[in-house]
């Protein structure tokens, strides 16, 4: 395997962390908008109010995304492994 080729899977691999990551990220980034909206029209500034609604959109977020983080996982793995049989063992 030529450097090229590495430069590319570990592009491709942080491609991937970045997509997968975005479904929990937007959702936490939306509840704390919206809990901070809260707060201000509430004027009620309490800093741990912020935390668990952001932990359990989070936790909704992935659970509903899980099957399509799963699917993509698989087939960058699958893409991997059919690299690494095209390279062959080195002798």
């Not at 450097?3 to 479904?23: D, E, K, M, R, Y």
């Not at 309490?46 to 959109?57: D, G, R, S």
């Amino acid at each position: 395997m030529d450097a090229n080729t590495c430069v590319h899977l570990a592009g491709q691999a942080l491609w991937l962390i970045l997509l997968l990551s975005l479904p929990a990220l937007a959702a936490s980034l939306a509840a704390g908008l919206l809990v901070s909206l809260l707060q201000a029209l509430t004027q009620v500034q309490e800093h741990t109010l912020t935390f668990v609604p952001k932990i359990i959109v989070t936790i909704l977020a992935l659970m509903i995304s899980a099957n399509w983080i799963l699917a993509r996982l698989l087939v960058f793995t699958a893409d991997v492994f059919d690299l690494m049989l095209k390279v062959g063992p080195r002798s």
